[in-house]
């Protein structure tokens, strides 16, 4: 009888999370798995680094659709705790200078338009000052981090453009705009690959690296969640820079390029991408959830927004059903994951050394519910309501 109750609860959970959206369906399963907000990434300590701000910015998203407090409680918690009274972050350390850690500013600026605490601002600002004294390369792009000298990675595009962009339009700062272009435009004539229309991984100024080659600097693959970054990037730079900036065309210009390319690498029997975007057939690669959803992302935020032709967002919403039925499942407590994330990838680095061959790429950690394709699903999901 125990068993029989059980299962008719469980049926009656799985029935009423179907009725749901899907945002609201992997807001929540999420917040379950992750009670307090700093817990996200399975972090085992308070930590203020990119992961958290992406999918609590997609939590964010979720609140201003739904008539529910939890969801910015679950954001504004994280905030508090965070954030000392004199504008301090926990565990950020500005003059490392991790490009990662710029990202998680994001969520500050609603929480500061609501409740008008000064710390928040100050935050903000401590933020907004380690971008002005980050290292760079001699054009002027970021460079990765400190420890990884004069490199550029696709993933920093997006973890200090939106948020660089943001802040100048709050602040009325307006030339920062020219420093946010420059980023993108920099990575178009350092990073691409004219052969394929991709973009690789990283670019070593120095070409003192070992996975740099000696003659370009550049890594020797494309990862997709790299070429997602970038993506991402620049469609939600373009929703803080001027209509009128000179540089506007141009980025938009590299949107469209790239969003042609990358439909080449689909795979045909599941319209998703591979781990290692331009090697499908080769044994080993994989199809990965995170790099598949910021693709899906940016072709139906950038159809939306009448930056792509109108077809990306068709192209988008076919996709998102084809990336449903491969990457996210139901579990039994009618919560959703998603499958086959690609846990972290990198190059360099001391203790185990990343050398961006295509035996690294396929031998890191595959695991379910990485934040890296959570929150790109959530944002995804608000995008087409579903």
């Known amino acids: 009888m125990k068993q029989l109750i059980l299962l008719v609860m469980s049926f009656f959970i799985v029935v009423q999370a179907f009725g749901q959206k899907n945002y ?3 807001a929540d399963s999420d917040m379950k798995r992750n009670p307090e907000a700093w817990m996200i990434d399975f972090s085992k300590a308070l930590k203020w680094n990119y992961c958290h701000g992406l999918v609590m910015q997609s939590i964010l998203q ?8 939890k969801y910015d409680n679950y954001v504004y918690d994280y905030a508090d705790t965070m954030v000392n009274a004199d504008g301090t ?17 994001k969520i500050l600026f609603p929480i500061l ?19 002005r004294t980050h290292p760079r390369t001699k054009d002027g792009s970021f460079w ?23 802040y100048a339009k709050e602040n009325n700062e307006a030339a920062l705009f020219d420093d946010v272009a420059l980023q993108i435009v920099d990575v178009r004539k350092y990073l691409y690959d004219s052969k394929t229309g991709l973009y690789f991984h990283g670019w070593d100024e120095s070409k003192q690296q070992r996975w740099a080659d000696p003659k370009t600097g550049l890594s020797p693959h494309f990862w997709s969640r790299s070429i997602g970054w970038y993506m991402m990037a620049i469609v939600d730079v373009l929703d803080f820079l001027p209509e009128d900036h000179k540089d506007r065309p141009a980025i938009i210009d590299i949107l469209q390029e790239l969003s042609a390319s990358i439909e080449k ?8 991408w591979y781990q290692v975007t331009d090697l499908g057939d080769r044994e080993g690669n994989y199809l990965e959830s995170t790099g598949s959803i910021m693709f899906i992302y940016t072709w139906i935020k950038g159809a939306q927004k009448g930056y792509l032709d109108k ?9 998102y059903d084809q990336y449903l ?5 139901t579990e039994a407590d009618g919560s959703l994951s998603i499958t086959d994330c690609c846990s972290v990838a990198g190059l360099g680095g001391e203790k185990n050394y990343r050398d961006g061959s295509f035996e690294y790429y396929i031998s890191e950690p595959i695991r379910d519910n990485d934040p890296k394709a959570v929150g790109p699903f959530i944002m995804t999901s608000v995008l087409l309501d579903r």
Request: aromatic share 10%; no cysteine; net charge positive.
């Open 311 to 319: 077809r990306y967002l068709k192209k988008g919403e076919q996709a």
């Open 325 to 329: 039925k491969r990457f996210v499942k």
């Open 89 to 105: 972050i926990k565990t950020y350390k500005p003059l490392e200078y991790n490009i990662d850690r710029v990202n998680t500013g």
């Open 144 to 166: 990765h981090k400190k420890v990884y000298p004069h490199q550029v990675w696709l993933d920093g595009l997006y973890m200090a453009g939106p948020f660089l962009a943001q």
């Open 24 to 26: 609201v369906q992997m």
């Open 265 to 272: 690498f689909r795979d045909p029997g599941t319209g998703m």
């Open 113 to 131: 338009a609501k409740t008008k605490e000064e710390r928040f601002k100050i935050a903000l600002d401590h933020q907004r000052e380690q971008m």
């Open 62 to 69: 979720v609140s201003n659709k739904m008539d529910d407090p």
